[in-house]
């Protein structure tokens, strides 16, 4: 009998992080059930995909809805408040979870379950990559912008720590409502008379997007360095190369850093012809790709369907693939990845279409990461 | 002037004008009477096209206007003064007046109807609808003098007027018959019309059912009485 | 230098010139909202996406027809008037005889229909746009350095703002729509051709927020969402204003901008809210906003 | 029975077949959300259809009323009949505050004040991230044991407690329509002013309708939070305001059946319009428009006016 | 010796400047029919809307009864018996004109905060309500909404519902105003027949209407009491009948 199995992406297909999830992430789900060649190894596989409409209400009641219906995984999810609710759904249904997509390192951290793996980046991964890396680079000063949630307090409070721990200092910190505020220009120039000389952008999507528009009208992409502390290739792509230069930023993934993410990226393409992938879609790749592994070293139809079997599996065997390379999955369901900081090109030095980041340091998996000891995950005896 | 023949009319589902047919002739002043609810107010709104469903014969100077729409009929030349006067809460007493487009020459002056009606001049700067009903049934009135329509439709237009100001509206209603127009009055107040009139028709359950020229009155009180139940 | 509050004196200078320029966006998008509100009964709940549509047709004339920003600033706002009259025609005069919660759902439909194909046309992330050449640069305040298109745009926005004020409240245009919102059977008895006139006016309430997402295009980021952020202090500020009030719209937009400035130095987190704050504090003091009608 | 037409009474005996069979057929945690957000709506509807008062802020009783259940039953360990109680209560307290603040304001300016008056409990509910976890939310709520006793960790089990809880809800607020007080507010509704010289205390009429709704509003949000064992901000936000309006409207205002078949109709769009995803909104948007042109009595309304029946 | 069941002191009332009343002083007789009467915008509808507590005045006082109600709310003045009725008809649309007076007979029952009882409670008041409609000749509309009744249907369901309240003092604002004669009479009829025990203080247009029924009529101009009587002296007036009764009042 044929091996029958169901993967459900839940994302946004409809709103502000449909770039960064949403129609590439199912692409790249797509791509990676072809290069594992899952109808040749006799699997039967369905993806679905869910809207979660940026609503958790919506996002808990997909994820219960698809794991009831027998979906085997759920994957990518960004927004760190529905990430984080199914991550609950996932636990109490016993399936098996990976998300790509949301930022906050209490995935790994007090909501941690032996079901669920976080893949791509988080946020003490984007914080000691951009805030360390930039300390190190000279800009010691530092203004915040935040947005006013439990995200963005997050990606700024472990960002100021890593800036002040390598001997950096915050001048200044505004909370700016999310997600109403569209003009940002009284916090820029709040953040100009500061003094600072780097500008740490604690948000997402439109948000930073908006921020480094209007940055770049009060001249301050001049006088300070910007740190966008969660941005996308796709942000990158809607500012456009004018506005977004000189911008600094981590990933995980850049379809144009070597040979393995350059090919990756030539098969993925056109399933995906306008919108490249980033970090966390690149992750349903990776992680969908590696499922499959795990899934055929279990050899076994009937434990699939136990989400902690599936995730032990996973976590047992090491993960190689052409966008993320070679890597694992810690113990509290984090995979190990590097952090790549990137600085973005002016649009003389772009050869090519999305052709955006310049590689300006590595910090290897091991570093970019929050130690287990310190995360309070609960399946970490300490 | 005005020829109306079975003219049918409805409100949704409920027929209430079942064939009215009358004629109004150039220059004459013409009443419909009525008890309530025999469907006086419904004709005037049906001849300006203000009600939706209707059929027969609505002619104007020779123009049928039974499917016109109500601007069309306006701009023909017939001027309307609805029974609860329209008085727009939002302009004020003299935007109220200046509002309706002229659409012939030979309305009255604004000056003359100032002379008219005092307090309209007063209250020039109030909100329309804070007049006492009555100052807003004569702004009601005066709006429609002043666009130079030749065929006025009046709809019990001294209701609620103190007994000066009728007789006024009496004697406003002469002048501009006087001056060329034509009126077609609804009316309860039979005393009042029977000044006026040259000839009333009676109208039953949205049907005309006699028609009695003016000077016939005194003879024919007594049926016309009983009918209206006065 | 100088404190006012704890505060250094320059910040709140700027904040005050900052809190104008937003003034001037709630004035000119609240202006066409009221003109529909007030005029037409309708709470235009897609004004916010036609604000957007204007935005994105101002990168497409551009984009594709190699357009600039000065003509755009007429062509896109026709282009979007002009839309605005198809809906009209073909949707939205079905619910003026409704209770006003109708066209509230219909525009609502509207605008997610709107954000959802801009959405899948263009992505969430948007497109950019550059305003004009000899609006980029700054000017140095001594307190601040403004940017020259900002100030464009509070100048644009006083002039259109008046010139609306003026045509609906003085002039006999302005009073023959007035009438026609509250009886358009009777205004059309007297020989207007009222569903023109409701049309045409829908139209330009529209294409101001056409023009409003032109003069935004260059600030903001152009994508599907911009609207939606903004329609909910828009609509705020139409209320505090008094609905209809076509004036009222404008100081309260300009009011408004300037109180959410200060916010935003002493409070940041609350500058979304004060809004409906004052809101909530305004109506519970004047039943009809501060400057509406009393019905 | 309860003052049921016979029309209604037939449609009570069908709904409740439909409803008793309804978990062995359909997805038992949907038509649980669809009851819990009927119950919502019903309490808008009687504000809205029955009073002519559109609150734009219906949410604020109905996410409180979640956080309040979530919490009560998650940190304090209380029963989860005790945490559905003091949903009702918190809505309601809540309620009586700010339908004395609003009631007062007429039309268009009362929604608005009920808006702004959300708007204020949305920001705490943000800043105050202890109580209500700010953003992310009450997570993972666990039912418990109904009355200490009965294990509602089945969605069956859970189905009939809210069942029940629906049922007397509906019940309920059929019987306020038709009671003498429905009646006064009936005459509120069509003429204030003479309700008044009447020596009705009108205001008093209209915050009691507006306290009813704000409990059943809590009431059902705590329910919705067992069901779905989730508080999240989302539930206090003006959308979701919108969408209990949106409910009412689309089932048809100002009837017993409408609420019931609005919410079942947008929730069922929330769940398997998710599988269109690129074109939710469009589909969304389109239907709603539909509804407009098409029905603009909503559903119920438009069926009551062919059938000639009041559903 | 008459007692006064109404009386107004130095009552006013300005609107942005404009002093619709001005300095009115008012006494109305128990069980008498008083008429307002006045030229348009003299100020009786103004008057009616101070007296009925629905406009707050900028000076003066009432007290009904012998008991100040300057400071009442409108629901509670009309809970002591004093009701109006309005100029512009104000009937409860899409309920029975069989409903509409049992708002009014339920409301005399007390509190009727009761939501939780059944709607059949209502039927008690049946049979005074067809009473009722029966007396101002509404009997063969018991049944339709009120909003599908003619202009002068809805004056007479008007009366009948003010009437439900049984009230002890009953302002009328042009009770006549737009009905057929046959109707007017049969209005006056009515009011004839249940003044026995109760005041009625009127504001009318329809001077036979006005002749016929009142005991007493105060005549306001301007906003200001003109003159006082009864109908002979106040018609004889000079400065009546020009300020408002006309030339030829006599043939009214
Ligand atoms: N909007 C309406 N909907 C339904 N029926 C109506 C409507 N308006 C009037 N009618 C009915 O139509 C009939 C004729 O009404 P119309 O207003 O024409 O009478 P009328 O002769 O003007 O009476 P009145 O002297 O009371 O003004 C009446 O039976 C009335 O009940
Ligand atoms: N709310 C208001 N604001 C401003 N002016 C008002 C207001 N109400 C009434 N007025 C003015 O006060 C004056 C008296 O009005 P009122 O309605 O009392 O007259 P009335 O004696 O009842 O006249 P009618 O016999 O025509 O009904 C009028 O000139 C009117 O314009
Ligand atoms: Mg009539
Ligand atoms: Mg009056």
Redesign the interface.
Known sequence: ASKSLKIAVISDFSGPYRDIGGPTSVACVHQALADFGAKDKGYDVTVLQGDHQESPAVGTALAQRFYDQGVDLVIDVPNSAIGIAIEGVAHDKNRAYINTNSASSEITGKFCNAQTVHWTYDTYMLSHSTGGAMVKGGGKKWFFITADYAFGHLLHDQTAAVVKQMGGQEMGNVNFPFPQTTDFSSFLIQAQSSGADVLGLASAGKDTVNLVKQAHQFGINKTMKIAGLLVFINDVHGMGLDIAQGLTLTESFYWNMNDRTRAFMARVKPRTPNNYPSMGQAGCYSGVLHFMKAVEAMNNMADVKNGAAVVAQMKKMPTDDDAYGKASIREDGRFMCNAYLFRVKTPAESKGPWDYYDLLATTPADQAFMPMAAEGCPLIKT | MLEVSGLNAWYDESHVLHGMSFEVREGECVTLLG???AGKSTTLKSI???IQKRTGSVRFRGAELIAA???I???AGI??C??DR?I????SVA??L????V?APGGMSVADIHVLFP?LAE?AK??GT??????Q??LAIAR?LR?GAKLLLLD?PT?????????QIGQMIIEIKRRGFTVLLVE?N??FASKLADRHYLVEHGQVVDMIPNHELPARAEGLHRR??? | MMMILGKPAPLLFGQLLLGIINGSFYAMLSLGLAIIFGLLNVINFAHGALFMVGAFVTWGLLHYLGIGFWPALIVAPVMVGAFGLLIERTLIRFTYKLDILYGLLLTFGLALVLEGIFTNAFGSSGVSYDGPNILSGTLNLGFMYLPVYRAFVVFAAIVICFGVWFTIEKT?LG??L??A???P??????????PRLISLTFAGGVALAGLAGVLAAPLYSVNPGMGTSLINTVFAVVVIGGM?SIGGAILTGFGLGIIQGFTEVFYPAASSVVVFAVMAVVLLARPAGLFG?VA | MFGFTRAQAIGFVVMLVVLIIAPFIAYPIFVMQVMCFALFAMGANLLMGYTGLLSLGQAAYFGMGGYIAGYSVQTLHLTPEVGILLGGLVGGAIGVVFGWLSIRRQTIYFAMVTLALAQLVEFFAVQDTSFTGGENGIQNIHRGRLFGALPLGHDLQMYWLVLAVFLIGFIFVHRVIHSPFGQVVKAIRENENRAISLGYKVEQYKWIIFILAAVLAGVAGAMKALVMGIATLSDVSNSTSGIVVLMVLVGGIGTVYGPLIGAAIIIAMQYYLAGFSDWVTVIQGVIFIACVLAFRRGIIGELGAKLKLSL | MSEYILQARGLSKG??G?MAVQDVDLSVEKDSIHAL?????????TCFNLLSKFLAPSSGSISFEGEDITSLSPAAVARRGMVRSF??SAVFGHMTALENVRIALARARGGNFDFWRGERVLTQYNDRAHELLYDVGLSDSVDVPAAE?????KRALEIATTLALDPRLMLLD?PT???????VARIVALIRQIRGGRTILMVE?N?SVVSGLSDRITVLARGRVLAEGDYESVSANEAVV????????A??
């Open positions: 008890r309530n609810g300006m096209g203000l729409r109500p601007d009929v306006g701009r001027a309307f609805p029974e329209g727009f809460a939002g302009l935007e109220n200046m509002l309706p487009p659409v307090n209250r109030s909100p804070k007049l006492s009903g009555g100052e049934q004569m429609i666009t019990e209701e609620g007027l103190a007994p000066v100001i009728v007789q309860q039979f005393r209206l139940g006065i | 006999s009073a023959l007035r009438a919102t509250e009886n059977a009777l205004v059309q008895s007297f020989g207007v051709n009222v209809g009608r | 609107f942005r404009f009467i006045g030229p348009n915008g003299a100020g009786k509808t100029q512009i009744l003619s202009y002068g249907r042009e105003a737009g009905m057929t004669e046959s109707d247009h001077l020009t300020a408002y009764l006309g030339s030829d009042h043939d009214a």
